[in-house]
Protein backbone atom coordinates (compact mmCIF):
# COMPACT_ATOMS: atom_id res chain seq x y z
CA UNK A 1 0.00 0.00 0.00
CA UNK A 2 1.14 3.48 -0.94
CA UNK A 3 1.52 5.84 2.07
CA UNK A 4 3.08 8.66 0.17
CA UNK A 5 4.97 10.10 -2.97
CA UNK A 6 7.08 12.58 -3.46
CA UNK A 7 8.60 13.98 -6.45
CA UNK A 8 10.85 11.08 -7.16
CA UNK A 9 10.18 8.42 -4.64
CA UNK A 10 7.11 6.70 -3.69
CA UNK A 11 7.15 5.54 0.29
CA UNK A 12 4.98 2.31 0.37
CA UNK A 13 4.20 -0.32 3.10
CA UNK A 14 6.73 -3.32 2.96
CA UNK A 15 5.74 -7.05 1.80
CA UNK A 16 7.27 -10.20 2.57
CA UNK A 17 8.23 -9.47 -1.35
CA UNK A 18 10.31 -7.07 -0.53
CA UNK A 19 13.04 -9.90 1.42
CA UNK A 20 15.48 -9.76 -1.37
CA UNK A 21 16.15 -6.06 -1.06
CA UNK A 22 16.15 -6.60 2.49
CA UNK A 23 18.71 -8.92 3.03
CA UNK A 24 20.68 -6.60 0.89
CA UNK A 25 20.03 -3.27 2.77
CA UNK A 26 20.48 -4.93 6.41
CA UNK A 27 23.80 -6.41 5.67
CA UNK A 28 25.24 -3.39 3.83
CA UNK A 29 28.03 -2.45 5.78
CA UNK A 30 27.02 1.02 6.78
CA UNK A 31 23.76 -0.47 8.56
CA UNK A 32 25.17 -2.92 10.34
CA UNK A 33 28.29 -0.43 11.52
CA UNK A 34 25.81 2.60 12.24
CA UNK A 35 22.23 0.70 13.01
CA UNK A 36 23.37 -3.14 14.11
CA UNK A 37 23.29 -6.42 12.76
CA UNK A 38 19.80 -7.74 12.80
CA UNK A 39 20.83 -11.31 12.44
CA UNK A 40 18.97 -11.39 8.93
CA UNK A 41 20.40 -13.65 6.52
CA UNK A 42 18.59 -15.52 4.32
CA UNK A 43 15.13 -14.50 2.39
CA UNK A 44 13.02 -16.20 5.44
CA UNK A 45 14.93 -14.57 7.86
CA UNK A 46 14.23 -11.02 6.08
CA UNK A 47 10.10 -11.95 5.55
CA UNK A 48 9.80 -12.58 9.56
CA UNK A 49 11.71 -9.09 10.04
CA UNK A 50 9.20 -7.88 7.90
CA UNK A 51 6.17 -9.62 9.29
CA UNK A 52 7.49 -9.14 13.31
CA UNK A 53 8.44 -5.67 12.58
CA UNK A 54 6.86 -3.46 9.69
CA UNK A 55 3.65 -5.52 9.00
CA UNK A 56 3.19 -5.67 12.77
CA UNK A 57 3.66 -2.48 13.53
CA UNK A 58 1.13 -1.02 10.35
CA UNK A 59 -1.46 -3.42 12.31
CA UNK A 60 -1.08 -2.10 15.88
CA UNK A 61 -0.46 1.37 15.44
CA UNK A 62 -0.91 2.64 11.81
CA UNK A 63 2.73 3.69 11.16
CA UNK A 64 6.06 1.53 10.68
CA UNK A 65 8.99 1.59 8.35
CA UNK A 66 8.25 1.77 4.66
CA UNK A 67 9.99 0.97 1.83
CA UNK A 68 11.45 3.89 -0.89
CA UNK A 69 11.50 3.11 -3.96
CA UNK A 70 12.97 5.32 -7.17
CA UNK A 71 9.17 6.33 -8.71
CA UNK A 72 9.82 5.82 -12.04
CA UNK A 73 11.35 2.59 -11.88
CA UNK A 74 10.25 1.22 -8.75
CA UNK A 75 13.36 -0.18 -7.65
CA UNK A 76 13.77 -0.26 -3.71
CA UNK A 77 16.76 1.99 -3.01
CA UNK A 78 16.28 2.42 1.16
CA UNK A 79 13.56 2.48 3.79
CA UNK A 80 12.16 5.35 6.03
CA UNK A 81 9.74 5.21 8.61
CA UNK A 82 8.00 6.10 12.06
CA UNK A 83 9.00 3.69 14.63
CA UNK A 84 7.08 3.63 18.44
CA UNK A 85 10.61 2.74 20.81
CA UNK A 86 9.14 1.39 24.69
CA UNK A 87 12.54 3.29 25.80
CA UNK A 88 11.31 6.38 24.31
CA UNK A 89 8.54 8.93 24.96
CA UNK A 90 8.24 9.86 21.62
CA UNK A 91 7.78 8.36 17.63
CA UNK A 92 10.62 8.58 16.13
CA UNK A 93 11.84 8.60 12.44
CA UNK A 94 14.50 6.51 11.21
CA UNK A 95 16.48 5.53 7.57
CA UNK A 96 18.52 3.98 5.37
CA UNK A 97 19.69 3.70 2.30
CA UNK A 98 21.63 1.50 0.02
CA UNK A 99 25.15 3.09 -0.76
CA UNK A 100 24.20 4.14 -4.56
CA UNK A 101 21.06 6.24 -3.51
CA UNK A 102 22.94 7.85 -0.86
CA UNK A 103 24.39 11.86 -1.11
CA UNK A 104 21.12 12.17 -3.41
CA UNK A 105 18.75 13.90 -1.57
CA UNK A 106 16.33 10.98 -1.47
CA UNK A 107 16.81 10.31 2.42
CA UNK A 108 16.38 14.01 3.04
CA UNK A 109 13.10 14.17 0.03
CA UNK A 110 11.47 10.12 2.31
CA UNK A 111 12.27 11.70 5.57
CA UNK A 112 11.04 15.61 5.12
CA UNK A 113 8.10 13.91 3.69
CA UNK A 114 7.90 10.98 6.58
CA UNK A 115 8.03 13.97 9.19
CA UNK A 116 5.00 15.54 7.47
CA UNK A 117 2.92 12.85 7.01
CA UNK A 118 3.87 11.80 11.12
CA UNK A 119 3.07 15.20 12.45
CA UNK A 120 0.37 16.27 10.16
CA UNK A 121 -1.73 12.93 8.98
CA UNK A 122 -1.00 11.01 12.20
CA UNK A 123 -1.07 14.02 14.76
CA UNK A 124 2.16 13.34 16.02
CA UNK A 125 2.95 15.76 18.90
CA UNK A 126 6.42 15.32 18.18
CA UNK A 127 8.95 13.47 16.11
CA UNK A 128 12.20 12.38 17.41
CA UNK A 129 15.14 10.72 16.46
CA UNK A 130 18.32 8.30 17.51
CA UNK A 131 21.60 8.50 15.66
CA UNK A 132 24.84 6.85 16.18
CA UNK A 133 27.20 9.83 17.53
CA UNK A 134 29.51 9.17 14.52
CA UNK A 135 27.35 8.87 12.05
CA UNK A 136 27.70 12.16 10.23
CA UNK A 137 25.27 11.61 6.99
CA UNK A 138 22.17 11.04 9.58
CA UNK A 139 23.30 13.60 12.08
CA UNK A 140 23.04 16.04 9.15
CA UNK A 141 20.17 14.45 7.80
CA UNK A 142 18.27 15.17 11.01
CA UNK A 143 19.22 18.45 12.03
CA UNK A 144 17.95 19.21 8.20
CA UNK A 145 14.45 17.87 9.44
CA UNK A 146 14.23 20.93 12.13
CA UNK A 147 15.27 18.53 15.12
CA UNK A 148 17.57 19.04 17.67
CA UNK A 149 19.63 17.44 19.88
CA UNK A 150 18.86 17.21 23.37
CA UNK A 151 21.19 14.32 24.71
CA UNK A 152 22.93 11.03 24.96
CA UNK A 153 20.83 8.27 25.68
CA UNK A 154 21.24 4.34 26.13
CA UNK A 155 18.29 1.72 24.76
CA UNK A 156 19.17 -0.37 26.81
CA UNK A 157 21.94 -0.47 29.87
CA UNK A 158 24.15 -2.36 28.06
CA UNK A 159 23.69 -0.39 24.31
CA UNK A 160 26.56 2.19 23.41
CA UNK A 161 25.24 5.80 24.18
CA UNK A 162 23.41 7.17 20.79
CA UNK A 163 22.11 10.71 20.70
CA UNK A 164 18.45 11.90 21.05
CA UNK A 165 17.02 14.63 18.86
CA UNK A 166 13.73 16.07 19.10
CA UNK A 167 11.59 18.41 16.98
CA UNK A 168 10.20 21.68 18.99
Do not use: W
Request: hydrophobic share 40%.
Amino acid sequence: MQVLETNRLIVRHLTTEDAPFIVELLNDAAFLHFIGDKGVRTLADAQQYIIDGPIESYARLGFGSYLVELKDSHTPIGMCGLIKREQLADVDIGFAFLPDYRNNGYATEAATAVRDYGLKTLGLPRIAAITNPDNVGSIRLVEKLGLVYKRMIRLTPESPEIRLYESE
